[in-house]
């Protein structure tokens, strides 16, 4: 498991923190952990930083808007939270389209 920060030398710490309706769990090498207890910010805050700028909206699952702009689907129940805004424009301009809040389907063909 490659650090979720740097993404290029193994995650030895994993932090953990409870959002509304689930956690958020990252990953980090010692030096990207040091780096963030230096910073004097979470490594929650941090990540949500990185992941927004990545397009990943959501911390807890990493849908992004993409994501639900061609599905409709929201990773977890954190993704309307943080989506909000961008679900009703999309459902604005798809007349008739219904939202669904649930477990994404994006890589879950497993076992058919
Ligand atoms: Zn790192
Ligand atoms: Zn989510």
Redesign the pocket.
């Known amino acids: 498991m490659l ?7 193994t ?1 030895t710490l994993v932090d953990r923190t409870v959002v509304n309706n689930g956690i958020a769990e990252y990953r ?2 010692e ?3 040091k780096a963030i207890m230096k910073s004097g910010r979470t490594a929650f805050d941090v990540m949500q930083e990185v992941l927004a700028r990545k397009g990943k909206e959501c911390p807890v699952c990493g849908t992004t808007a993409e994501d639900f702009r061609s599905s409709f689907m929201f990773g977890c129940p954190e993704c309307y939270r943080n989506m909000r805004d961008i679900a009703v424009a999309a459902a604005e301009a798809t007349q008739n389209a219904s939202v669904h809040i649930g477990k994404r389907r994006k890589g879950g063909r497993d076992g058919q």
């Open positions: 650090c979720d920060l740097c993404g290029k030398k995650a980090f090498c030096d990207c952990y």
